[in-house]
């Protein structure tokens, strides 16, 4: 199955809807950093996620999510677009992280006690960010006590993953419901509770059940419209001018320290691990450029 996400409206009950797959980006991200399974699993609900976050967004806005705590995972993050392209990381999995806690408790994988941090690009002169204490065992938990209790949106998310027995990602996906004004949030809850009774969402994917049938399971008796279908795929923002920039912005003292120690510079891009290399000859060329704008 593509990986896509289709976004819906039940417009007479104030509900907006969400669902997604994204299983080929998910082993994709994966794949660039070697992940493990356990890593790979907790990556797969985070990337889940900020897709559906990102697909909450207005043209050319921007969404970054971010989870960290003290577990033997300690960190994921993820960026999304409201174009559905997405990209992210999770710090080093241990070897002693357990693959059934990283596919069904994932909060836990990456620590009881911490913190998730949202911060949008909503094209303002400031960037927007929300944060609460990591809460639940899922992704999905955790997301939506943020969502409820920062920008206190009644919603309610699930994100489902499915590893096989190679370890690679066999399903990955999640959905979003949430309430529209005015509605104070009472039928959201009634559509929460029902959904308690249905599969979780890797096991309807892994029945083969598509985005549009996981919202027609979720939706219930409620009326609703699908309004849009867009694709989901990795993309990767980091550019060697992008990198160059950020080097240049080191400042005079640093590129000298580079030069006197290293003779290069070697950046590795976190989200993709696309390697730069900056040769000799290029860091002076940017100690150049340094030095023009000092004058």
Do not use: W
Request: aromatic share 4%; proline share 4%; charged share 25%.
């Amino acid at each position: 199955m593509k990986d896509y996400l289709v976004r819906a409206i039940a417009k007479e009950a104030g509900i907006r809807g969400l669902a997604c797959v994204t299983t080929g980006l998910a082993n994709e991200i994966a794949d660039r950093h070697d992940a493990n399974p356990a890593a790979r699993a907790v990556l797969a609900h985070v990337l889940t996620a900020g897709a559906l976050m990102g697909a909450l967004l207005k043209v050319q806005q921007r969404v970054a999510v971010k989870l960290e705590g003290n577990g033997p995972l300690g960190r994921a993050i993820v960026e999304a677009d409201s174009y559905g392209r997405v990209r992210g990381y999770t710090a080093v999995s241990q070897p002693q992280l357990d693959v059934t806690i990283a596919t069904q408790k994932p909060v836990q994988a990456i620590g009881n006690e911490g913190v998730l941090t949202v911060v949008k690009d909503l094209r303002l002169k400031e960037l927007y960010e929300g944060y609460v204490p990591l809460h639940g065992e899922t992704v999905g938990e955790a997301l939506t006590y943020y969502l409820n209790q920062s920008e206190q949106i009644p919603s309610v998310v699930a994100t489902g993953v499915r590893l096989d027995e190679n370890g690679r990602i066999l399903v990955a996906g999640g959905l979003l419901l949430q309430s529209m004004p005015p509605d104070d949030g009472r039928l959201l809850h009634q559509l929460a509770d029902q959904l308690q009774e249905l599969p979780p969402v890797d096991a309807l994917l892994a029945e083969g059940k598509t985005p549009e049938n996981i919202l027609k399971l979720a939706f219930g008796e409620v009326d609703y419209k699908v309004l849009e279908e867009r694709p989901l795929e990795f993309h990767c923002t980091c550019s060697r001018e992008r990198t160059e920039q950020a080097l240049i912005s080191l400042g005079r003292t640093e590129i000298e320290a580079l030069l006197a120690n290293e003779g290069q510079a070697v950046v590795n891009c976190h989200f993709c691990h696309e390697e730069y290399t900056f040769s000799r000859e290029d860091l002076e060329v940017i100690l150049a450029l340094i030095e023009a704008n000092e004058e």
